[in-house]
């Protein structure tokens, strides 16, 4: 027999002022069910939850319905103090008649009628209410991160740090990604590889750290402390037990003609390479797909004749390992499009027309004219440099609306690189606004424009062609009445958009994770929650989520490794027991569930498995849905699909539902 | 004196975001028609819409259904099966010529207080319009109240 | 399937030998285009810049009578006739108001269901199938393809596959044997209507074009449409006296180019009518390639 406790709640005035919150605790004491109610003025305080607490254990209460503020901010604080009195916490409910009653109404009968009405509905729903408990799942303490760039780094060292097993694994032969590629970072000016390569060393020395380089996540399954993934060694063509990094063999393999990615096709590299000098791995893998060996049936083979380990194997295949993790850290970076994306601007024609990447591998030390800005078309120091900014984002009718966040201050970093390794050069920037809002970031461009005298021109660029050895760049000058600009420049470069990976959506069908139409992976909330995504378990760090810049990343790397880390510190992981369940029962009915898994079509975690029902002797009776508790978010998408009623969803089941309906429409008196 | 007729508004929402913006409306002491009462469900996802017939037989005049805009889903998706329902669901209801008028279908953000208002607002005048909801209301409900659920069972076995 | 005509007003007047070559080449490939019965002009700038249902529907009437002919397809030459026909069929698909209006205005029905082609469209798909058993001469020099303003603007309407930089009139030129070079006013205005009232604008706009296609080495300007064409050859003299050094350089139309190639004569392709003679280039017919 139940016996509800209603609690009606003054809230000082805010909800006596317009509602007779003494009627409602009088009219609701009247209702069948009902032992107990009361009103007080203030029932989140101390001696407000003190009454509860004494009321539940006086009158033996099985359940109670505290009326008054949102659930949204105080559905926990009772239940801890239903809990506290010796009931289950699930037994306790909110009727909101404050921000849905005495604050959005006048004080009137009426006013006063919604609040009992209110009360009176979720009286009916603790009737029908069950007793719940947290759901415990185990977790597999070790971390996953996808990609070795500074955001997979600095997620790997943090959780490596706090004592937790990281596997890392990056599909390039080395860590370091986009940001080993840059020369110098703004606004400090920093060599990039000098801050990043100690970061990278510590993580192939980390004790903690299993680092999988020139490897690719094949296939994720499982959940939220039970991963299961199987990762793809692909085959090196190197024994790295045996290769010392000495170099004898790059540096006498004959084809050399293999356009370099790590100097955006600038240079070349050979089919036997480290991407770059500080590499980490320091060993070379070998590019099959353009290694003669492997394409003309056997011949060459310098590298393996040369190599004074004996360290070239040529018949090593790709392997795939088996790994358990509990929590995964996606931080598989981002590109830019490196496309005549404006056909206009000539990027493609003209070999002195390049992208930003590009620029970055002329500026850099280690690049393909060691630092000095030439010209890839001659050679030359170009004597003028035109930069133009927004080529290719904030540009609704091109299909890309958004800003790519980094390229305002990237162009004035090019610029000043520019001026500073040419003082007699000279440097345009074609802008629409300038976005320099970070920390230092506002000064830094000022410098480009008063102290390195780089002219920015408010216009953008509608046309690029070549004329008599020169590129001519026609423009607009808008803060000088809209003049038409052309300038004869002998180098453009592009700030062209930052873009998801071409294998983002299919790493994100992997992790089963969702993304926008921009194949950047999706937030699971974008103000509260944004390393999280809608899978349990699997965070996000860097660009992968959105385009930013090296400080945003490494502060985000670090948000999901301690997401990670919080994961952890528990022996099990404890969730909220609002989940769906599908009913069972005995031989010979076991379930009425028919099997259709219509519920697990609709389910947006892939929460729901099939089980097989067997008999006795081990037949197979049927297939039925079943419920993974440690993945439902309890949306009850499923309970609402299923066609017999088979699943129900706990906190909401149909009972409860259909109760509140009953008991607000179903007025004892009035 | 006969009284101006008051329709009763029930309303099934969801709990991330129309249910937030009904309470931001609350915090914003935004006011609106005292006629509606809210139903909380975790997503619209979860609504089955057999309980807007029962509301309708027993006593609503009027109901509003709403949830997160498309997109925008806690659960990422739930609602986009609220809407494929409620357009199959809909067309349903208008083959056997039940007034549809009388059901709302809207999208609320946790953001959209002043919107929930409007919304209560323009569904309680629109509603009062059409009247009570009598259509059931005349037949006889109290022949059923003791069905045999014993017997009905013997007689299947 | 029949292919209606609508060679508009200036294929009538002063770019008749854009007619002529296309109906020549058509011949020649064994497809017959049928002439709309009774088609009115489509109203060009004069209608759009005084009034909007004027402008709809003087292209509509056309539309109606092409379908009441039974015609599904109809071939547009002129760049600014195609423009008035896509944009009045797109107004009439999309608002039942206004093809009750406008079909009220007619005294007659209209659906804006005919396909409209536009050349490039109609080269490609009904001569490049059966065009190689007629070409029977290269036409050996480099030609600079021009295509102004409303062949690729506004694009959704114009289906070029690449706006900025197309490439449809290149594929004809290299199918006749020329070869089309790479120049940066491929787009660029050559003044347009302004050719009467304000003379020196056209000069100078067609200036910049030419002195780019003869910088690169340009030894013909093609166009394909009537506007482009008597600028860049009735108003040589004019432009001549903006540009450093004169040029003599021919403009032909795509169709006069193409019909060069399968052998009809010049004098048949009203090549002997040009502002600006188109000797040089017919004589390069046939010559050693360049």
């Known amino acids: 027999m139940a016996r509800i406790g209603v609690f009606i709640c003054h809230c000082g005035e805010n909800i006596s002022a317009t509602v007779d919150v003494e009627k409602v605790a009088r009219l609701a004491g009247k209702l069948s069910g009902v032992a107990y109610s009361v009103d007080y003025k203030y029932m989140c305080s101390d001696p407000g939850q003190t009454l509860i607490v004494d009321a539940i254990k006086e009158h033996k209460l099985t359940g109670i319905v505290v009326g008054a503020c949102s659930p949204r901010m105080h559905e926990g604080t009772f239940r801890k103090a239903a809990e506290k009195a010796g009931i289950n916490p699930y037994f306790c409910e909110m009727a909101n008649i404050r921000e849905h009653c005495s604050w959005v109404h006048p004080k009137s009968d009426e006013t006063t009628q919604k609040a009992l009405d209110i009360v009176r509905t979720m009286v009916e729903k603790v009737k029908n209410d069950t007793a719940l408990y947290p759901i415990k799942v185990p977790i597999t303490k070790t971390a996953l991160v996808i990609g070795g760039g500074i955001a997979g780094i ?3 060292l943090d959780i490596a740090n706090a004592g937790h097993q990281v596997i890392m694994v990056e599909k390039t032969p080395s860590i370091g990604g986009h940001m080993s590629q840059l020369s110098e970072t703004f606004p400090t000016l920093d060599c990039s590889q000098c801050i990043l390569t100690p970061r990278m060393v510590e993580v192939a020395q980390h004790p903690n750290i299993t680092l999988h380089t020139f490897a690719e996540v094949e296939n994720v399954t499982g959940f939220i402390g039970n991963f299961d993934v199987n990762i793809r060694l692909k085959a090196k063509s190197v024994d790295f037990s045996k290769c010392t990094g000495c170099g004898s063999c790059w540096q006498k393999c004959p084809s050399k003609k293999i356009p370099d990615e790590f100097n955006a096709g600038m240079s070349f590299r050979t089919a036997i390479y480290t991407p770059f000098p500080q590499a980490v791995p320091n060993k070379p893998v070998i590019d099959r797909a353009n290694c003669t060996w492997f394409t003309k049936c056997g011949k060459c083979g310098i590298c393996a004749k040369i190599c004074p380990t004996g360290a070239i194997d040529y018949t090593i295949q790709d392997e795939i390992i088996n790994v358990k993790v509990g929590a995964i850290v996606t931080a598989t970076g981002f590109d830019i499009k490196h496309s005549d994306f404006f056909p206009e601007y000539g990027y493609g024609k003209h070999p002195d027309i390049i992208d930003g990447l590009q620029f970055e591998r002329l500026a850099s030390a280690s690049g393909p004219t060691g630092g000095e800005i030439r010209r890839p078309s001659d050679g030359k120091v170009p004597e003028t440099v035109v930069f133009l900014a927004c080529a290719g984002s904030r ?102 958009a930052v873009v998801a990976n071409e294998d983002a959506e299919s790493v994100a069908q992997k992790l089963h994770i969702s993304y926008d139409k921009h194949k950047f992976f999706a937030e699971a909330h974008p103000k509260l929650k944004p390393v999280e995504t809608n899978t349990a378990g699997i965070t996000l760090a860097g660009a992968c989520q959105s385009a930013k810049d090296i400080p945003e990343t490494v502060a985000q790397a670090s948000a999901a490794a301690a997401k990670t880390i919080i994961l952890f510190s528990g022996s099990e992981l404890t969730r909220e027991p609002v989940v769906a369940t599908v009913n069972r029962s005995a031989a010979p009915v076991f379930t009425t569930c028919t099997g259709c898994f ?53 906190g909401f089941s149909n009972q409860q539902m259909l109760s509140e309906v009953m008991g607000l429409l179903n007025k004892p008196f009035e | 004196m006969a009284e101006t007729f008051e329709p009763k508004i029930v309303a099934f929402v969801c709990n991330w975001c129309t249910y937030a913006g009904a309470d931001l409306a609350g915090t914003s002491r935004t006011k609106y028609a005292t006629n509606v009462r809210i139903i909380r469900f975790p997503c619209t996802g979860r609504i089955d819409f057999m309980l807007l017939i029962k509301a309708f037989q027993n006593g609503a005049d009027g109901i509003i259904v709403s949830g997160c805009h498309p997109n925008d889903c806690h659960y990422t998706s739930g609602n986009f099966h609220a809407r494929r329902r409620w357009m199959v669901f809909k067309s349903m209801l208008d083959f056997i010529g039940f007034p549809t008028e009388r059901i709302t279908f809207s999208w609320v953000s946790a953001a959209e207080g002043k919107k929930w208002a409007e919304l209560v607002n323009e569904t309680t005048d629109s509603v009062r319009a059409l009247g009570p909801f009598t259509e059931y209301k005349n037949l006889d409900f109290s022949q059923f109240n003791q069905i045999d659920h014993e017997g009905i069972a013997e007689q299947s076995r | ?33 049928e002439e709309i019965n009774d088609w009115n002009c489509c109203g060009a700038s004069a209608a759009h810049s005084l009034n909007h249902d004027l402008s709809v529907a003087l292209p509509a009437r056309t539309l109606a009578l092409a379908e009441k002919q039974g015609l599904q397809q109809i071939l547009v030459p002129c760049a ?31 659906q804006g269901s005919a396909r409209i082609l536009t050349v490039f469209e109609f080269l490609q798909e009904h001569i490049f199938p059966v065009a190689d058993q007629y070409i029977v001469n290269k036409l050996n020099h480099k030609t600079a393809c021009y295509y102004g303003c409303l062949l690729s603007r506004p694009k959704d309407l114009t289906r070029l596959e690449r706006p900025e930089d197309p490439m449809e009139m290149e594929a004809v030129m290299e199918k ?115």
Not at chain 1, 618 to 641: H, R, S
Request: net charge positive; hydrophobic share 40%; charged share 25%.
């Open chain 3, 80 to 110: 600014a006739c195609f423009s008035r026909l896509a944009t009045a069929q797109q107004e009439l698909v999309s608002s039942e108001e206004m093809k009750s209006k406008i079909a009220d205005y007619l005294e007659m029905p209209v």
């Open chain 3, 1 to 33: 399937m029949r292919i209606g005509y609508y060679p508009g007003c200036s294929l009538q007047g002063s770019g008749r030998e854009y007619s002529e070559s296309l109906l020549a080449v058509a011949e020649k490939c064994g497809i017959v285009l």
């Open chain 1, 598 to 650: 219509l519920c697990q079509e609709v389910c947006p975690y892939q929460a729901i498995e099939r089980e097989e029902i067997r008999d006795r002797a081990g037949n197979l009776l049927m297939n039925a849905a079943k419920v993974n508790a440690g993945l439902c978010q309890g949306c009850g998408t499923c309970v609402a699909m299923c066609r017999n009623k088979s699943i129900d969803l706990q």
């Open chain 1, 395 to 496: 540009d609704k009718a091109k299909g890309i609306e958004y800003c790519s966040k980094i390229c305002c201050m990237y162009t004035a970093k090019h610029a000043m690189l520019y001026k500073h390794k040419n003082h007699h050069g000279k440097a345009h920037v074609f802008y629409m606004d300038i976005r320099s809002a970070g920390k230092s970031y506002e000064e830094f461009v000022r410098r480009a424009i008063e102290e390195d005298d780089v002219n920015y021109i408010r216009g953008r660029v509608s046309k690029i062609y070549e004329k008599n050895g020169k590129l001519m760049v026609v423009g607009v000058d808008t803060l000088l009445n809209a003049k038409p600009v052309t300038i004869e420049a002998d180098m453009v470069v592009l700030a062209t």
């Open chain 3, 176 to 290: 006749a044997g020329a070869t089309p070079i790479d120049w940066a006013f491929k787009t660029e205005c050559c003044g347009a209507g302004l050719s009467v009232s304000r003379t020196d604008i056209v000069a100078k706009l067609s200036a910049k074009i030419v002195e780019d296609a003869v910088s690169r080495g340009a030894e013909s300007i093609v166009v394909a449409c009537p506007m482009c064409q008597m600028n860049l050859d009735i108003r040589r003299k004019e432009i001549n006296k903006q540009m450093d050094k004169g040029s003599d350089i021919p403009v032909m139309f795509v169709t006069q180019a193409l019909g060069l190639s399968m052998g009809i004569s010049a004098d048949k392709l009203g090549l002997n009518r040009h502002f600006v003679s188109t000797g040089k280039v017919v004589s390069c017919v046939g010559r050693k390639e360049v």
């Open chain 1, 154 to 156: 600095q997620a790997a």
